[in-house]
């Protein structure tokens, strides 16, 4: 590794962890490349977990405002839908 990080994958990696973190732009650059690489990596694991299908354990009663835990699909299959993963290539 020479490095110099490619102009490309840093302001991807800023932006997915800004994103995510709520983090501003100066503290994501003022972190370590490989710390970056990282929380990217953490925050997709997260995001890859988090939308995993569940199946309820009981029926979601359609009016009610609860979700499946660990999910964020309601018994409609309607919720919010995470992006996945940082990938750069």
Do not use: K
């Amino acid at each position: 590794m020479t490095g110099v990080v490619d102009p490309e994958d840093l302001f991807a990696e800023v932006a997915f962890v800004a994103y995510h973190f709520g983090w501003s732009h100066e503290e994501v650059l003022s972190l370590p490349h490989w710390e970056r690489r990282r929380w990217c990596a953490e925050i997709s694991e997260i995001n890859e977990r988090m939308n995993e299908p569940t199946e309820p354990a009981e029926p979601t009663d359609p009016g009610s405002s609860e979700s499946t835990q660990g999910s964020f699909i309601d018994g409609n299959g309607e919720g919010v839908i995470l992006q996945n993963s940082f990938d750069t290539e």
